[in-house]
């Protein structure tokens, strides 16, 4: 991981550590992984807070998602059905596959 050899159990597999241990080698070009862990501001920030605060928005791009990739191929996923009622709006911890 990160070029450095992580132990399973002790100080240095804490995630502080870890994550010191992977950000020391970061390079110019990264995108921005290595920034605070308690509020990171990576490329996907405003989405990732956007999602988190809105459910549904976030229900919804994932469908868009879904249907674009099973629409292209993709013959191994499974369709997301809604067990407890077909009509009611999905909510994430309802919703299995087929």
């Known amino acids: 991981m990160c070029g450095t050899e992580i132990p399973k159990k002790g100080k ?6 870890v ?5 020391k080698n970061q390079s110019p070009d990264s995108t921005g992984d290595c920034d605070s862990a308690a509020w990171p501001k990576g490329k996907a ?10 459910e549904k928005l976030w229900l919804k791009h994932f469908t ?3 249907k674009i990739a099973t629409e292209n191929g993709h013959i191994d996923l499974k369709q997301l059905i809604n067990e407890e009622d077909k009509e009611e709006e999905d909510e994430c911890g309802k919703l299995k596959t087929k």
Do not use: I, M
């Open 12 to 17: 240095g597999a804490r995630f502080t550590e």
């Open 19 to 23: 994550k010191e241990a992977c950000c």
């Open 45 to 54: 920030f405003r989405q990732v807070l956007d999602f988190a605060s809105d």
């Open 64 to 66: 868009d998602a879904w």
